[in-house]
């Protein structure tokens, strides 16, 4: 009788584990719903930031201790970034980004990860037009049923060309 109930109680835990097992696979279908709803925050992240609405854009980023935001290899809060925002946005009189590919992968139900090559067209005041490329990454999680940024990364592709396109102009006249 004990190894009837315990060949049951095995055969109970396989199956169990089984099913626990097809729970967490996603199928690709499923996989592309939860890349295209999450897919939505990050377009509006980058048409607020097209329309120089930076800080509004980052109504779309989680303000949590456990969040980061890298820009120029420096780690920053949300707080940091809309303060950097606020200052930068007056002197900006146009941007574009065009997201040249959408690269996402999905580590759960309720995070998926990104990784964008973007092209960037970007005018401050008195400064030539600068075009370049970043790779921006993010991870995007859904909370209180809403898709939230919690890690994002820019990395310009050439950051010594972009250092000095938003350099002041060396004035030649005065050497």
């Not at 490329?133 to 972009?162: D, F, G, R």
């Not at 350099?167 to 005065?174: E, I």
């Amino acid at each position: 009788m004990k190894k009837t109930s315990l060949i049951a109680v095995n055969i109970l835990t396989f199956l169990m584990l089984s099913c626990q097992g097809s729970e967490n696979q996603l199928t690709q279908y499923q996989k592309k719903e939860i890349i295209a709803t999450a897919s939505e925050v990050v377009k509006k992240v980058f048409d607020h930031s097209n329309n120089l609405n930076f800080v509004k854009g980052l109504d779309h980023y989680s303000g949590a201790a456990d969040s980061y935001y890298i820009t120029d290899g420096v780690l920053h809060s949300l707080d940091d970034l809309k303060q950097q925002y606020r200052e930068i946005g007056p002197s900006v009189e146009r941007l574009h980004n065009t997201i040249q590919s959408w690269n996402a992968q999905v580590i759960s139900k309720d995070v998926v990860n990104f990784v964008l090559p973007v092209n960037l067209k970007l005018k401050l005041k008195g400064i030539p037009e600068f075009e370049g490329q970043l790779v921006w990454t993010a991870t995007v999680q859904k909370q209180k049923n809403e898709w939230t940024i919690v890690q994002s990364h820019e990395s310009w592709l050439n950051c010594a060309e972009v250092a000095e396109a938003f350099s002041p102009a060396n004035d030649k006249d005065d050497k």
